[in-house]
């Protein structure tokens, strides 16, 4: 069986100069691995919930009831999103709310270049930190890290490690911690009781 890949491309938005992904992913993923993904290639912790909106559709990770949305584990992409084009939301840390669009740019997209089944191709700036209050919080971080005459500018450095480069985007280093993810979330070969 040939695996189909999606190319991607995620934006955050309400951010302006945009902060943004293009990558690859099979379309056989489930929408709790895509969040990994996501995760991985945006720059975020993986410390807060998240939901995927896909028409008019919540999925999210432990839904309480069917109010609270459906069960991402259960769904794969591929089921859920087949045009090229076609668009849906992810929101990552409901305090925060951040809201990143994502697009279908490819279906079926090849390179014979690729040599693996996530990969994060291009991108532009730096995510912004965890915990800031969102899209505002983040830009009193910007103005305050800028002038070191601002009240926060010395407890936002030293927060911040004092290096936070709102322009840095380092799709080597990203690629290489999907492939850390796809090795240790990968299915193992088991044997049990001498059957293999």
Partial sequence: MNERFYLLKI???????SIWR????????????????????????????????????????????KEDGLACGRYRLGDLIKQKGRTFRYLYDFGDGWEHELVLEESRYFNPELRTELACLDGQRA???????????????????????????????EWSGGNFDSERFDAES??????????????????????E
């Fill in 22 to 65: 293009r990558f690859v992913v099979p379309a056989s993923i489930t929408l709790d691995r895509l969040h990994d993904v996501i995760q991985i290639v945006m720059g975020w912790t993986d410390s807060h919930l998240h939901e995927f909106t896909i028409g008019n559709k919540r999925y999210t990770e432990y839904p309480e009831s």
């Fill in 174 to 195: 990203i690629n290489w911690e999907l492939m850390k993810y796809l090795r240790w979330s990968r299915d193992r070969f088991q044997r049990w009781g001498g059957i």
């Fill in 127 to 157: 995510c912004p930190p965890e915990d800031l209050g969102g899209v505002p919080g983040y830009f009193e971080f910007l103005n305050a890290l800028k002038d070191p005459n601002h009240e926060e500018h010395e407890s936002y450095t």
């Fill in 11 to 17: 934006q955050l938005l309400d951010i302006e100069p």
